[in-house]
């Protein structure tokens, strides 16, 4: 079975140090990798989308892909207490209609 | 733009009566996706379609049914609701795959249904 990895958390850091959230997937052959925020009791909101290995910077936050360790991560920096949220990793792991495997998301704590 | 819609927000549900989640978008995408989130378990794929009249089954596809008569419509029908089905539904659109790879998804706000 296809699947997404992601620790649960909570990852408490304090406001102002760098999150550091990480997501492993199973299937080699992933070709778009995402992720989305999602605030309790909200919906999930797209925050960045990578598709190639390296990183991707997109004001406080960066996208890292590795393929080869099959293994992508989230960095956030001068995390806010707004921050805290569960941040859901999603892959898309070929097959028709773009369809999208998700982790369970990890739970961040940004404290005062 | 409204986006992705759904509605109702909140509804409970007895065991053994159905209902139909609805979920329009207004953004033209021909992909369209129905998930289901339990506690600590992540978002299940429940069907999802690539166009109007095309539908097909995801993960956890077992006690709903779904329709794609247009490209903004994509309602999901639960039909003799059980209390395991209570959970968070979202339904989610996509524009599909640009040069680069997937676009990601735009998510509706999400329907809470309780089965009692």
């Known amino acids: 079975q296809k699947e997404v990895e992601q620790n649960s958390g909570p990852l408490s850091v304090p406001e102002g140090a760098i999150a550091s959230l990480n997501c492993t997937y199973s299937d080699r052959g992933s070709q778009s990798f995402f992720w989305y925020r999602q605030y309790s009791g909200k919906s999930p909101e797209l925050i960045m989308s990578?598709?190639?290995?390296g990183d991707k910077e997109d004001g406080r936050f960066t996208a890292q892909l590795n393929k080869a360790s099959q293994y992508v991560s989230l960095l956030i920096r001068d995390s806010q207490p707004s921050d805290s949220a569960t941040y859901l990793c999603?892959?898309?792991?070929?097959?028709?209609?773009?369809?999208?495997?998700f982790g369970t998301g990890t739970r961040l704590q940004v404290t005062l | 733009n409204a986006g992705v819609t759904q509605t109702p927000k909140f509804r409970i549900l007895k065991i053994g009566q159905s209902m139909t989640l609805q979920c329009t978008q207004d953004?033209?995408?021909?992909?369209m996706y129905w998930y289901r989130q339990d506690p600590g378990m992540g978002l299940k794929l429940i069907y999802y379609?690539?166009?109007?009249?095309?539908?097909d089954k995801g993960e956890v596809p077992n006690g709903y049914n779904v329709s794609r008569s247009t490209t903004e419509d994509f309602p999901l029908r639960l039909e003799l609701a059980a209390p395991s089905q209570t959970s968070v539904y979202f339904c989610?659109?996509?524009?599909?795959?640009?040069?680069?790879?997937?676009?990601?998804?735009?998510f509706g706000s999400g329907t809470r249904l309780t089965v009692v």
């Open positions: 989610a659109s996509s524009p599909g795959t640009g040069s680069r790879g997937n676009y990601g998804y735009t």
């Open positions: 379609s690539v166009g109007a009249g095309i539908t």
């Open positions: 999603a892959v898309n792991m070929g097959g028709t209609a773009s369809k999208l495997t």
């Open positions: 953004m033209n995408h021909n992909y």
């Open positions: 990578i598709y190639s290995n």
